[in-house]
């Protein structure tokens, strides 16, 4: 038994999480952009497999996308493959959705956007909160200095916030 | 090591010709709770150890059942039981394990069983039912052979219940696993070609491995003698042609954790250095086989393997 050592923390997801499954009865794509093409390439891809697919854009805003995936899933046969496309913030919450519904973790196929946005867990005040990239932010909750751990929570779809100086929670992170 | 316990034999019962269900009660007190899929290994008075399913209710703590087919190509086990063991008799068990598990993520149960694969079964539909749980029973027997337990199932399960006798109903994996809702897990438990099928159908049909379960019931199968060394102490040992390697090495004072003694859980994985190694068991990566091996069922097969304990 070896493993190579890594600075990748455990929890922390890493994109594309796999690869098409052309055994699959079904693929459902569902994207955060229009995406018009990559249905394209994926239906190439997979030849035989039909292929469909949920874009945002199509809908009034996220919770019906995700009432749409909600009831396409619960008609769907085990087997089928869900690919998500989008930034973390969008991904995540779909990902919960689709586990709830019986996807296991392996059938669900993850394309993250890293420009995008991401959640924030603040552990002081247990509200999630979106975030760009830096490693540091004032929780928009209560206020707190937060530094972004490497650590993420697929059940919240969120990385962890832990108070940055503890002895000076409220103040401004100097440069 | 947990230790071990000490039962008496209350009862022997005629399934079918050749199944015989064993009730086993503590010789003081009450016996460790178990969850469905749990088995036990009993150990033989004629040194052999055999893992078998504990069918009662969960929730029944005063007695374990186990029921045993008598094999063909027994190695000792089974015929001991069928021959020897009398109503009475005093026989040591190690506590329950399971390596055979509901899956809490499951919404719907396909429970497939063969023969004497039926015995993990009843302990989970007792346990699915109590839970109302979504879940069906899918059993292939030979009529009046290998059907234990068919009149009671009956009875519990209704409409739950799928039959399958040999030469009238074929049990085809691939229709048992179309278009089943996504929540959907197999649970599989018979002889090595039925899981094999059951694996590749449900792989054929996208199904994540996590979907797919199972039990290889199956005692090693017994080859030719082999002999083995051990690396650091420069013993050497035969090993019989109806022994396997970890009862070998358990005759010669050497114990290997050990827990399915049927190559599925990979608890007494050993590392070894050099010989013909056939493998037999279904938990090493190929790549782990250059240099590891599973005594509980892998036999040499040429020049004397050398272990690396
Ligand atoms: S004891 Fe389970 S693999 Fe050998």
Redesign the pocket.
């Known amino acids: 038994m070896s493993s190579a050592p890594t600075d990748h923390p455990f929890s922390v997801p890493r994109y594309p999480s796999g690869q098409p499954c052309p055994e699959a009865p079904e693929h459902l794509l569902v994207t955060q952009g229009t995406e018009a093409a990559l249905r394209g390439t994926l239906a190439a891809q997979l030849g035989a497999v039909p292929v469909s697919h949920l874009a945002l854009p199509d809908f009034p805003h996220q919770a019906a996308l995700q009432a749409a995936l909600r009831a396409r899933l619960d008609a769907a046969p085990a087997g089928l493959r869900l690919e998500l496309h989008g930034d973390e913030a969008f991904i995540w919450p779909l990902h919960a959705l689709a586990r709830q519904a019986g996807l296991q973790a392996d059938e669900i196929l993850l394309h993250c956007d890293a420009s995008g946005s991401r959640r924030v867990f603040c552990v002081h005040c247990a509200n999630c909160q979106p975030a760009g990239a830096s490693a540091h932010l004032t929780c928009a909750h209560c206020g707190v200095v937060l530094e972004v751990r490497r650590h993420f929570s697929q059940r919240l779809g969120a990385y962890l916030g832990v108070c940055a100086d503890a002895d000076q929670p409220y103040q401004e992170i100097q440069p | 090591m947990s230790a071990l316990l000490d039962v008496r034999v209350a009862a022997i019962r005629e399934l079918t010709p050749v199944i015989r269900e064993y009730r086993l009660e503590a010789l003081g007190g009450a016996l460790p709770g178990f969850s469905a899929g749990s088995h036990v290994q009993l150990h033989l008075p004629n040194g052999r150890r055999n893992a078998y399913s504990l069918l009662g209710d969960p929730a029944d703590t005063r007695q374990y059942r186990i029921a045993v087919r008598q094999q063909e190509a027994s190695r000792g086990g089974s015929r001991y039981l069928h021959q020897q063991l009398r109503a009475g008799d005093v026989l040591r068990l190690s506590a329950p394990a399971n390596l055979f598990p509901l899956h809490s993520e499951a919404r719907k149960h396909l429970l497939v069983a063969a023969g004497i694969g039926i015995t993990p079964f009843l302990a989970h539909s007792r346990e699915l039912l109590r839970q109302g749980a979504d879940f069906e029973l899918h059993y292939a027997y030979r009529a009046g052979v290998s059907d234990a337990y068919l009149a009671e199932l009956r009875q519990l399960l209704g409409p739950r219940l799928a039959e399958y006798p040999a030469g009238q109903r074929r049990l085809d994996p691939a229709a048992l696993l179309r278009g089943r809702p996504l929540g959907s897990h197999v649970y599989a438990c018979g002889p090595q070609s039925l899981l094999l099928d059951l694996k590749e159908q449900a792989a054929a049909q996208g199904w994540s491995d996590r979907r797919v379960h199972w039990e290889a019931f199956a005692a090693p199968e017994p080859g030719q003698p082999f002999r083995v060394e051990l690396a650091r102490s420069g013993r050497q040992l035969e090993v019989g042609a109806d022994q396997s390697l970890?009862e070998a090495l358990e005759a010669n004072g050497v114990e290997i954790p050990?827990?399915?003694?049927?190559?599925?859980?990979?608890?007494?994985?050993t590392p070894y250095l050099k010989g013909d190694v056939e493998h037999r068991?279904h938990?090493l990566a190929a790549a782990e086989r250059s240099n590891s091996l599973?005594?509980?069922?892998s036999r040499g097969c040429g020049s004397p393997i050398l272990l690396d304990i």
């Open positions: 970890l050990n827990l399915c003694r049927g190559g599925v859980c990979g608890q007494c994985q068991d938990f599973m005594p509980c069922v």
